[in-house]
């Protein structure tokens, strides 16, 4: 409406709401236009978050902004996003969603184990980086292309059942009709198990995403 506002939470609390949608304009001389959401978070996750700002700042040798504490109590969002595309609990789902990026990196790390190497040599390990993440790309493309459609299985006992087949795998490589028969053989069993049981008090990501607007 005109009015510049430097503090957001006061913005969001002036609204007297615990979930706000607000069209802002957003800068001092480009204006662009976006959409302000914020949700007010539990008093014990305010609290959790206020501590972890606290060991951060302790551990950097920094002061606590006041604000920063005060700001704790809400999950905020700026988005150029209509409403009509993405609603504030899709948005509370996508942001929950961007963890699965650091747990496909642990995922790679842990199974893929690219992260170490028993060699001493550059050139030596520099290779073993090359042919394990090859090796990562060959496991997460079986995924996608044999799980695309089944959203509650489990990478991590998928990754398991593919490095069970990986001589199998390696083993038909000078033959297209043995790669796709193996490849045909893993994508079964990936699609036979794998599964992860659906939860209610803590729901998976799969199942946000797939109607992000149930209240569990």
Known sequence: EGQRWDDVRGLLESQHADCVDLPVTVGVTARVAARLLGVRVPTDVAEQRRQQIRAEARRAGKAVSGDLLRL????????????????????????????????????????????????????????????????????????????????????????????????????????????????????EGLQACCRMDARTACPHTYQLLMNPEVSY
């Open 72 to 187: 704790a109590a809400w999950t905020i969002f700026l988005t150029n996003a209509p409403h009509t595309l993405l609603t504030v609990r899709e948005a509370l789902v996508l942001g929950r969603a961007r963890w699965q990026i650091e747990l496909l990196f642990k995922l790679w790390k842990s199974h893929g184990h690219i992260d170490e190497s028993r060699g001493t040599q550059p050139w030596r390990v520099l290779c073993e980086v090359y042919a394990k993440l090859l090796a990562v790309v060959i496991s997460h493309w079986v995924m996608l292309t044999a799980l695309w459609a089944h959203p509650d299985r489990s990478l991590v006992k998928a990754a398991r059942l593919i490095q069970k087949h990986a001589f199998h795998l390696a083993s038909s490589l000078c033959s297209l009709v043995a790669m796709e028969a193996t490849l045909r053989l893993i994508r």
